[in-house]
C-alpha cells in the first residue's frame, strides 16, 4: 500500500501531467495540466459531497465550473477575466 497527500503524474520530461491531492479544505481532488504544466481543469469533492468540475486560465483564474450536488442538483458558472460571473443556471453548490 502506498499513502499520500499528493501524488503527482509525470510525462518523460519529468513535468506534471495530472494531480491527485487533498485540496485546502482537505477534500480530495484530480488536476489535469496543460503540456505547460498548468492546472486547467480539477475534479473535486466539497464538504457536503458535491462533485465540482472547474475550468481555469493559464494564470489560474477560474473561468467556469459545474456542480452535481449531493442531491442530483446541477448548476454552471461562468465567469469573465474578473472572476466575475456573467452566466448561470440551475442550482450551483450542494
Known amino acids: ?8 503524474l509525470v ?9 491527485l491531492a487533498l485540496r485546502e479544505d482537505e477534500m480530495p481532488g484530480l488536476g489535469l495540466c ?11 469533492l466539497d464538504r457536503s459531497g458535491a462533485l465540482h468540475l472547474t475550468m481555469r486560465t493559464k494564470s ?5 465550473t459545474l456542480a452535481f450536488g449531493t442531491d442530483w442538483r446541477l448548476g454552471l458558472q461562468l465567469l469573465d477575466g474578473n472572476q466575475q ?3 448561470a443556471a440551475g442550482h450551483y453548490g450542494s
Open 1 to 8: 500500500m502506498v499513502r499520500a497527500k499528493r501524488f503527482e
Open 11 to 19: 510525462d518523460s520530461e519529468g513535468k506534471v501531467c495530472a494531480t
Open 60 to 64: 489560474g483564474g477560474v473561468f467556469g
Open 85 to 87: 460571473v456573467v452566466w
Open 34 to 44: 496543460d503540456r505547460e504544466g498548468h492546472e486547467r481543469a480539477t475534479f473535486s
